[in-house]
């Protein structure tokens, strides 16, 4: 920071101090040993249900596909509980994670016992004792939906195109093959069916992403265990560098119908994980989603939501902790999740602290969000190492357009809804 | 035997207390003052349960002669005017005293006060004697005055200045109107039944009775006469507040009753419809001033004032069921209202505001104070009359034996009762719903001990909802006794 700020001269931007630090290399997170504490442990919660999301997306989108009654598509076979995760175990193609490819034992672990006493799926599910998927959908969902308005990629542009359109109505008439009521419904309503085609290659996209980001938290959970992450620039760049290895990762929906697989967004047409998948996720999830339902009304009418989707700031870097602990909104479900598999530290560290076990929920859901604020970091730097300059460069414009790509960046936390002010603050919990 | 030792048992605590050794925690001393108040509540309990259904008339008499040059006796009694009472100051003290939080400063005297009070209400309710009454009446004053002064917020100077000065005449007016009543009816002392007002002239019965409408209506308080309450009930603890709106306040409306009603019969009919008047404008101002409050503690005490004007135009209607409908009312009022206060001095506990700009989500399940807010909007439905809770019954009972009398004044009352829900839905709305604010909402955890209390009244408040004749069935024979001695008044204005 000392160095960039010999060669220009400080920011006057609102959050001055934090560019500073990013153009030191850091991260937005202050970097405090209680705040790499409490984002490792959380990458580790995060990451246990994450390897059921990503198995559950890939199987909606493979094998559930079109079922019109899909009361059993949170029921993840064994099939997919035993799929190699490509950045995992022996076998994968890049080995991320020291650990098993399949999924991992904690998760095994309580798909069997749950929180409550060892019973059949059903009883678990009913019971919600289980992994609660509505999160990924909700995530997916936000994806699709700001997918048309983003910009960004060729993915969502593809899914208009006549080959995609081919592709689906090749993979519709052979999944409902002897259904002549589907089929008839389908000759009425191409469009819909076709609609929600794309739904479910998104549940594919957003699978193939969150099938890397799983291992990447279990190695950083371990990497801290072993005591090899110093601060918080630490983590965040070891994200960074994941980001890079894997950016090239294809994101593609294939469905598997009577064995037979149906390309429906192959492999080759070269959508990528970064562009594709990790940036549109950064965007929709973590900057806009939507409101959550059930916590506060919003009147349109009244301008309380705003006019253009990408005004939309409803992601986790604003979201309010509070309706978070309310209805059974998605946000909510997976801090539920997450409360499943802490690390005993992060435990003992919500012990000390407002009112301990009672309101762990709304307080890991603030380490969460500090932990996004990392990964988002992360991401903002690894843009600006793809788009700008090394922050090491020593020609000062080069260094001026990093720091306007930075302030242009901060500036989307100008409104008050944004909690990079609260995550400063080591008391916000 | 038993009257003397509800009387005496919490003065013995006072000794106990005063002389327990140093150093002594703060907990011992509340556990001390728990045992003594425990045990006259017991004692209530066993009344309650000895009490002769089929007698109007007072029951276990202690009598003994003390200083009869001045005709004053040692004369204890209760009937289903008092007993009622005496229970729900056993009650709301044993509430008390839990209600003020972990931290006490100078204990020692907070607890000896508490016990002083519900000594000298148990003594004013069980008095047989005018003079023995205002003994314990006055001496009210002064822990009240010591407990606003010392333990109150930030105006307490100003606030139990205020209420000294306003009941300090209160008692005074009392004091001329007994004097009066004895010496004008040649009576041989103070005692209850030596009293005879029969023989005494229209004019001086008009007199003494405005004496004792104004004396006692400073206690109730009555507009115009309540501007003391606001600044008492806001500046005092939550335990104190408890102690005045529900118990201290009744010894108005039951001073009311039993002397102005029971001694001046033929000379209410003359007061009625004033008292009506009044009382319907008490409960109007009450209601409308509620509504505009931010302070929750202060839009609970004006609301405490409209209560309190549904017991006047109950006495003032006086028929069976009126003045059934009073004295319930006097009870259900006290439960209800210890409710809030003890709620509210949750809130502002762990929240450090009282402020309804300032405090939301309060129902928040994980950050907020869930159960807390529950039990407000209980208490809230309890006083806004909604059925099933004993505020109901009270209320309702008033205005059916009300209206018959004074129809108009039991409609604005009715419609007033409306007003009630109004500002509850506010303040319900306002600190229960919406959201909670990120960078304030670290409040601290309710402690059992500090929901025991809430649980107790809520129950009860419950229950007497559902189950009225437990509340009903003492009072009835001793105001079905009081009217029949009215009842041709009472068709008189009727007929008018």
């Known amino acids: 920071m000392t160095q960039t700020l010999t060669k220009i001269s400080p920011s006057n931007h609102e959050f001055a101090d934090i560019i500073h630090r990013l153009e030191a290399g850091g991260s937005m997170l202050p970097d405090t040993p209680e705040n790499l504490m409490q984002i490792i442990g959380i990458y580790k919660a995060y990451a246990v249900p994450m390897d059921f999301y990503w198995r559950d997306l890939l199987y909606i989108a493979e094998k559930v596909f079109l079922n019109p009654l899909p009361f059993f598509k949170y029921f993840l076979p064994q099939e997919y509980l035993d799929l190699k995760n490509h950045y995992a175990g022996d076998t994968a193609d890049l080995r991320v994670w020291r650990g098993c490819a399949e999924a991992h034992p904690e998760l095994i672990n309580f798909i069997e016992k749950g929180e409550t006493i060892k019973g059949s799926k059903l009883f678990h599910h009913l019971w919600h004792d289980r992994i609660n998927m509505e999160f990924a959908e909700a995530c997916m969902r936000a994806m699709y939906w700001h997918g048309r308005d983003m910009g960004m990629g060729k993915f969502d542009s593809y899914l208009d195109s006549d080959e995609y359109k081919h592709n689906a109505d090749v993979a519709i008439k052979a999944y409902f093959k002897g259904n002549p009521a589907m089929l008839g419904l389908y000759k009425l309503f191409p469009e819909m069916f076709l609609e929600q085609v794309r739904q479910l290659s998104y549940y594919s996209n957003l699978g193939l992403f969150w099938e890397v980001m799983c291992p990447v938290f279990y190695e950083m959970s371990d990497i801290y265990d072993e005591g090899g992450f110093k601060d918080v620039s630490d983590a965040m760049n070891f994200l960074v560098n994941g980001i890079f290895a894997i950016a090239g990762r294809p994101i593609y929906h294939h469905v598997y119908i009577d064995g037979k697989c149906y390309e429906i967004i192959s492999k080759s047409k070269g959508f990528t994980w970064l562009y594709e998948a990790a940036l549109p996720y950064v965007e929709a999830v973590f900057y806009r989603t939507s409101p959550f339902r059930g916590t506060k009304s919003y009147n349109a009418q009244a301008k309380q939501v705003p006019e253009h989707q990408k005004d939309f700031h409803y992601g986790i870097l604003y979201a309010d902790v509070f309706p978070v602990g309310s209805a059974g909104i998605p946000p909510t479900l997976l801090m539920d999740d997450m409360l499943h598999f802490l690390p005993d530290y992060l435990k003992e560290y919500y012990q000390k602290n407002c009112r301990g076990e009672d309101d762990q929920l709304i307080q890991l859901g603030i380490t969460f969000q500090r932990s996004m604020y990392n990964v988002t970091s992360a991401v903002i730097q690894a843009l600006r190492t793809a788009l700008l300059y090394p922050l090491d460069d020593e020609n000062p414009k080069h260094l001026m357009k990093n720091r306007q790509f930075f302030e242009a960046q901060m500036d989307r936390f100008k409104r008050p809804e944004a909690r990079l002010k609260d995550i400063q603050n080591p008391d916000y919990r | ?496």
């Open chain 2, 1 to 496: 035997m038993t009257l003397s030792l509800i009387l005496w048992l919490p003065l013995i605590g006072v000794l106990i207390i005063g002389f327990f050794p140093n150093p002594v925690k703060t907990n011992t001393l509340r556990n001390i003052t728990t045992l003594f108040i425990f045990i006259t509540l017991c004692l209530s309990i066993y009344l309650l349960t000895q009490f002769n259904l089929g007698i109007s008339k007072i029951q276990f008499t202690e009598y003994l002669t003390w200083i009869p040059q001045i005709g004053l006796n040692y004369s204890l009694g209760v009937d289903g005017l008092s007993l009622p009472l005496i229970f729900l100051n056993g009650l709301l003290t044993l509430i008390a005293i839990y209600s003020i939080g972990e931290k006490v400063e100078r204990p020692r005297l907070y607890y000896a006060l508490m016990l002083l009070i519900n000594s000298g209400i148990s003594g004013a309710l069980m008095a047989d004697n005018l003079l023995f009454f205002l003994i314990f009446y006055e001496l009210e004053l002064i822990p009240f005055y010591l407990m606003i002064a010392i333990w109150g917020g930030e105006k307490k100077g100003y606030a139990s200045i205020k209420f000294l000065l306003y009941t300090a005449v209160s008692g005074l007016l009392v004091l001329a109107a007994f004097l009066g009543i004895t010496w004008f009816s040649g009576s041989a002392s103070f005692d209850y039944a030596d009293i005879n007002t029969m023989a005494l002239s229209a004019n001086t019965k008009f007199i003494l009775l405005t004496l004792l409408l104004i004396g006692f209506g400073i206690k109730i308080p009555l507009v115009p006469l309540h501007t003391w309450l606001p600044d008492s009930y806001v500046e005092a603890s939550p335990a104190t507040t408890i102690l005045l709106g529900g118990i201290l306040a009744k010894l108005g409306t039951y001073g009311l009753i039993r002397f102005g009603l029971q001694l001046f019969p033929d000379t209410w009919k003359l007061v009625a419809p004033g008292l009506a008047l009044i009382g319907t404008i008490t409960v109007l101002y009450g209601a409308l001033v509620a509504i505009a409050q931010r302070d929750i503690k202060r839009m609970i005490a004006y609301s405490s004032i409209g209560h309190m004007g549904y017991i006047l135009v109950a006495c003032a209607a006086a028929t069976e069921l009126s003045l059934l409908g009073a004295v319930a009312q006097m009870v259900s009022h006290g439960l209800i209202l210890a409710l809030l206060f003890h709620l509210v001095g949750i809130i502002e506990r762990k929240t450090g505001t009282r402020d309804l700009d300032q405090l939301n989500g309060l129902m928040n399940p994980i950050r907020g104070l869930p159960l807390t807010s529950a039990l407000l909007i209980g208490a809230g439905m309890a006083s806004a009359g909604i059925p099933g809770l004993v505020g109901f019954i009270s209320e309702f009972i008033i205005f059916q034996g009300s209206f018959i009398i004074f129809p108009i004044a039991t409609l604005i009352c009715i419609i007033a009762s409306g007003l009630t829900a109004v500002y509850f839905v506010i303040l319900l709305n306002r600190t229960c719903f919406g959201k909670l604010n990120n960078k304030l909402a670290y409040y601290p955890q309710v402690l059992l001990l500090e929901k025991i209390p809430a649980f107790v009244l809520a129950t009860l408040i419950l229950f007497l909802g559902i189950q009225p004749q437990y509340l009903t069935r003492w009072i009835e024979p001793t105001t079905d006794h009081l009217i029949a001695t009215l009842t041709p008044i009472n068709v008189e204005i009727a007929q008018k």
